[in-house]
């Protein structure tokens, strides 16, 4: 299973910016069962969790941080999973992750940062200019 991100760069404080997170070496149908993450870390920080969404049954789980500005989404046929980033914020910015696996345990996940989750992509940065 590969994960790779794009979308990220450089965005003014209160604009918006969509990252995409391609997902290859799936069957088709284990695709469904999954849950897949987006991730964050800022220089000096620890990893956190932004927002993560159980393929089976769609239900979406954010951040508090972010809730009400960020959007998690999927194309199935496409099998991307995206992060609409709206009203963003200079603490926004961080290196972001995609995340997956093949367990239903979408709040731990978003709680722990991703820990215990088996793929993850190389990051996208984005920065946010004030």
């Known amino acids: 299973v590969q994960l790779v991100e794009s979308g990220g760069g450089l965005v003014q404080a209160g604009g918006s910016l969509r990252l995409s997170c391609a997902v290859s070496?799936?069957?088709?149908?284990?695709?469904?069962?999954?849950?897949i993450g987006w991730f964050r870390q800022a220089a000096g920080n620890e990893r956190e969790g932004v927002a993560c969404l159980s393929i089976s049954d769609g239900s979406t789980y954010y951040a508090d941080s972010v809730k009400g500005r960020f959007t998690i989404s999927r194309d199935n046929a496409k099998n991307t999973v995206y992060l609409q980033m709206d009203n963003v914020k200079p603490e926004d910015a961080a290196r972001y992750f995609c995340?997956?696996?093949?367990?239903?345990?979408?709040?731990?996940?978003?709680?722990?940062?991703?820990?215990?989750?088996?793929?993850w992509g190389k990051g996208t940065l984005v920065n946010i200019s004030s």
């Open positions: 070496g799936l069957i088709s149908d284990d695709w469904r069962e999954w849950t």
């Open positions: 995340a997956a696996d093949h367990e239903a345990r979408t709040t731990f996940y978003l709680q722990m940062g991703g820990y215990g989750m088996d793929y």
